[in-house]
């Protein structure tokens, strides 16, 4: 579900969410302005997705020394006035800022730009002296392009270098310079939506909003580690260059065993994600004993992907693989795979 959809299907699930969330991240500062519904619910998406940031951010520095294939990880949550509503965008500059068609929505605490002074509510200008592309679509109807085509500029500087961003606030312009800040290369989007579902595609891993009213964020890291590690192992390319079959035909034969081993490869190089970045590798078993049975939607099917049982015991035994005194971060063996042919 499109965020342009979300204030006709979310408003009471997220503004319920957004009193009840335990161990959440803190909030991005907002601006002070009357409570209504629509206000409620967009601190509540802000709220997840910093929740989502924070948790994508750890994961992806912690382990930038393992990882070939790096970008600038910053810390900041990127998001275009054009992705929301034409009816409702009205009341955002009041919300999230929006000088411009690009803002920051929320900061990772303890970040590289929060340590430059970037701050929630900041409209992007320009990166690098060079402003962004917006697209011309977005005037009449809702859509990611405009903010796609940012977080993909951004993530196109490079990784060992700091980061110029051009930003605006309460229209004094000012020039900040981002430490350089390198992470393992992968985009972080919360899915609106009712289902526990969560997808990785090579380039932005998702993760659906129902995981951050249900879970505290021990148990979402989980999720998110297993997601970024199918990008981080070239899953979507391998799969597809192996010629596997997607739909009702991916549960049978040599489609189903060849999705099965890629979501064991996942699990397993999700708990080193979660080790290196400091998170208890044994809420990984935890999740999986506990509450495997709870996972919905199409990546969880039983025949493409192990019993939960079967994930808890395969875990367990990769965490108790790891040597004895391994450094952090680890770079476990599966790693020397992510560029291997699946047979």
Known sequence: ?????????????????????????????????????????????????????????????????????????????????????????KQLPAIFGFEGPVAVEAVVPGSAAARAGVQANDTIEAVDGKPFVVNPAGASQANTATRDAAQRQIAAEPADRPLRLTLLRHGQKREVTVAAQPGCRS????????????????????????????????????????????????????????????????????????????ETEADLLGVILMRNAGYDPQDAVRFWREHGGEVDGGIFRSRTHPSSSARA?????????????APTPYRPPLLDQSGAALQ
């Open 1 to 89: 579900m499109s965020r342009a959809s979300i204030l006709s299907s979310a408003v009471v699930a997220l503004s319920a969410f957004l009193l009840s969330v335990p161990d959440r991240a803190p909030a991005a500062p907002m601006v002070s302005i009357e409570k209504t519904d629509d206000t409620a619910l967009f601190g509540a998406m802000r709220d997840a997705d910093l929740r989502l940031a924070t948790i994508a951010w750890r994961l992806a520095t912690a382990n930038a020394a393992i990882c070939p294939d790096r970008a600038p990880t910053p810390g900041i949550v990127v998001h275009a006035i054009d992705q929301y509503d034409p009816g409702v965008r």
């Open 187 to 262: 985009r972080f989007e919360m899915l609106m939506g009712p289902g526990l579902t969560a997808s990785a595609d090579g380039d932005i891993v998702q993760i659906g909003s129902r995981f951050f009213e249900r879970f505290d964020d021990r148990m979402i890291v989980v999720v998110v580690a297993h997601e970024f590690s199918h990008n981080i192992l070239h899953h979507r390319e391998r799969l597809d260059a192996a010629g596997v079959k997607r739909g009702l035909l991916s549960e049978f034969g040599r489609n189903g065993r060849l999705f099965r081993q890629t």
């Open 313 to 325: 015991d395969a875990v367990a035994a990769e965490i108790a693989a790891i040597p004895a005194g």
